[in-house]
């Protein structure tokens, strides 16, 4: 089992660190080589995502990724920045499919922003189509605007689109893992105004044929939005596209009370998969011991049922970590009155010891 370790910049490192301690724990032999990413590699190499972390990457069967960025990169060249290594290794590897999932924790219940009985068991999964749409569609660019409310104005501009098999694949994926939970999927889309999004809806609805056992209905995506708050546990899988999967998902990962518990997994059609906490670098608590490891040690158990076949791993270290929680060990993020405060070094040793 070769995993590639790509802690990258922030809290990246730390959080992977505690991660990497808890896969070693387990009686299982991994192949474990780590490389440079991000802003991190930029400063070393001169590229946020240089080729040899690339080859790793593509010769592993699953990648174990911390978090890029830093406002101190902002003003570097497109290219250059931190973000375009994730987005460069989506690309390259074609992880397509990207399992966002939204667990309340039962001790979280009172963590979260909204009511607790609106959050309390949630349990939902986004999934979020993770190479096309306006992210990676061509043409974009910089140019002088040849026509619209401003012609000869500066203008930029981006491409959405989608092909019907980029649409029909995610559509399987979604309706596959719905089979797996309660058989809901909701297809968020824009279908009343863009045409890529009634391609997509027309797509996903054709590929339900085959999936008769499974429920599906289709919403906007601003009353997504809307709904994400109002009763976010009507929900079980939501299929959507690349931009609106990253808006929502972020909403969805503040329901459960913090961001720092959730993992995330990107899989390509042969299931190599890039595993990463769903939150990022968090700059500003870098190196002080504060981040919550929770989410990417929940990543790596994400990563051995996914893409390395042990799912009684994987199930160890979410039990492991529910223990945690139930002992009453916190991270700030997650720290309320009567629990106990720890920092990313504890909590990963806690789960350690709870394995
Ligand atoms: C995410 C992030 C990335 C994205 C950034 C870092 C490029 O926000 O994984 O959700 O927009 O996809
Ligand atoms: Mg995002």
Same mark, same amino acid.
């Given at each position: 089992?070769?995993?590639?370790?790509?802690p990258?910049d922030?809290i990246g490192?730390?959080?992977?660190?505690?991660?990497?301690?808890?896969?070693r724990?387990l009686d299982?032999?991994?192949?474990?080589?780590?490389a440079p990413?991000?802003?991190?590699?930029?400063?070393?190499h001169g590229?946020p995502?240089?080729?040899?972390?690339?080859?790793l990457?593509q010769a592993?069967d699953?990648i174990?990724?911390?978090?890029?960025?830093?406002?101190k990169?902002?003003?570097l060249d497109?290219?250059?920045r931190?973000e375009q290594?994730?987005?460069g290794l989506?690309?390259h590897l074609?992880?397509?499919a990207?399992f966002?999932?939204a667990?309340?924790?039962?001790?979280?219940t =009172?963590?979260?922003?909204?009511?607790?009985?609106?959050?309390a068991?949630?349990d939902?999964l986004?999934?979020?189509e993770?190479?096309g749409?306006?992210y990676?569609g061509?043409?974009?660019?910089r140019?002088v605007?040849p026509?619209? =409310?401003f012609?000869?104005a500066e203008?930029?501009f981006?491409t959405m689109?989608y092909?019907?098999?980029?649409v029909?694949r995610?559509?399987?994926v979604?309706? +596959?893992?719905a089979?797996q939970?309660?058989?809901?999927?909701t297809?968020?889309?824009?279908?009343?105004v863009l045409?890529?999004?009634?391609?997509w809806?027309?797509?996903?609805? +054709?590929?339900?044929?085959d999936y008769?056992?499974v429920?599906?209905?289709?919403m906007?995506?601003?009353?997504a939005a809307?709904?994400?708050?109002?009763e976010?546990k009507?929900?079980?899988v939501?299929v959507?596209g690349n931009?609106?999967g990253?808006?929502l998902?972020? +909403?969805?990962s503040?329901?459960?009370g913090?961001?720092?518990?959730?993992?995330s997994?990107s899989l390509?059609?042969q299931?190599?998969?890039?595993y990463?906490p769903?939150?990022?670098?968090?700059p500003?608590?870098?190196?002080?011991g504060l981040?919550?490891p929770?989410?990417t040690?929940?990543?790596a158990?994400?990563?051995l049922?996914?893409?390395?076949?042990q799912p009684e791993?994987?199930?160890?270290?979410e039990?492991?970590?529910k223990?945690?929680?139930?002992?009453g060990?916190r991270?700030p993020d997650?720290?309320?009155e009567?629990?106990?405060k720890v920092?990313?070094r504890e909590m990963? +040793?806690?789960?350690v010891k709870?394995?």
């Open positions: 089992m070769k995993i590639a370790v790509l990258g922030g490192p730390e959080i992977v660190t505690e991660a990497v301690k808890v896969l724990a299982l032999k991994f192949d474990i080589e780590e990413v991000g802003g991190t590699a930029y400063d070393a590229h995502l240089p080729d040899a972390t690339l080859k990457a592993a699953a174990l990724f911390g978090a890029v960025g830093d406002w990169y902002d003003k497109r290219p250059l931190p290594a994730i987005l989506r690309k074609g992880l397509f990207n966002r999932p667990i309340c924790y039962e001790q979280l =009172h963590a979260s922003s909204l009511k607790p009985e609106l959050v068991g949630l939902i986004i999934i979020r993770l190479t749409d306006i990676f061509q043409p974009r660019g140019r605007a026509d619209g =409310h012609p000869g203008e930029a981006d689109r092909t019907r098999p980029e029909e995610i559509a399987r979604a309706f +596959e893992a089979r939970r309660h058989k809901r999927v297809s968020v889309d824009k279908a009343n045409e890529t999004f009634q391609l809806k027309d797509v996903v609805t +054709e590929v339900h044929q008769a056992d429920a599906l209905d289709h906007y995506v601003d009353n809307m709904q994400l708050v109002k976010p009507k929900f079980d939501i959507t931009m609106f990253d808006i998902s972020d +909403e969805a503040m329901l459960t913090s961001i720092g518990m959730l993992p997994a390509n059609s299931r190599q998969g890039l990463e769903s939150h990022g670098s968090a500003d608590i870098a190196g002080k981040a919550n929770l989410a040690i929940l990543s158990a994400m990563m049922r996914f893409s390395l076949n791993a994987a199930d160890r270290i039990t492991a970590v223990k945690v929680l139930a002992q060990l991270t997650i720290y309320s009567g629990t106990t920092g990313t990963g +040793e806690a789960v709870a394995l």
